[in-house]
């Protein structure tokens, strides 16, 4: 699937948003970085980087998805720090954060896009 640049962002197809499995993570590659997908069972996709800043391997996709409170996280598979989907802050030590990417499902293909938080 190509590229499509909206404004002057490029936005990438990824996958179908079916194909993801709820509350599993999947990664992609995406303008040359690896993404994690997590579909919630509200259907809401979000993408953050995979990299874990923790044990410094690429492996988001593969942690534990939860809540903490009201708080969708995904839960680093190697020690356990658990990550804000919505905004890629660290719920147990503040001072870190993995990048957030926008996402959209057109047609029900979804589409990664531009970074959202830093």
Do not use: K
Request: glycine share 10%.
């Amino acid at each position: 699937m190509d590229s499509q640049v909206v404004g002057s962002a490029a936005w990438s197809p990824v996958c179908r948003c079916a194909d993801l499995e709820v509350e599993r993570g999947a990664t992609a590659l995406v303008n040359g970085l690896a993404v994690a997908l997590f579909r919630m069972r509200d259907g809401v996709v979000y993408a953050l980087g995979n990299h874990d800043p923790f044990a410094r391997t690429g492996m988001l996709a593969r942690g534990i998805v939860g809540r903490r409170d009201d708080v969708p996280f995904v839960g680093s598979p190697a020690h356990r720090q658990a990550f804000d989907l919505r905004t890629g802050q660290c719920l147990d030590d503040p001072s870190v954060h993995v990048p957030t990417y926008q996402v959209r499902v057109v047609d029900g293909v979804v589409h990664v896009g531009p970074r959202a938080s830093p």
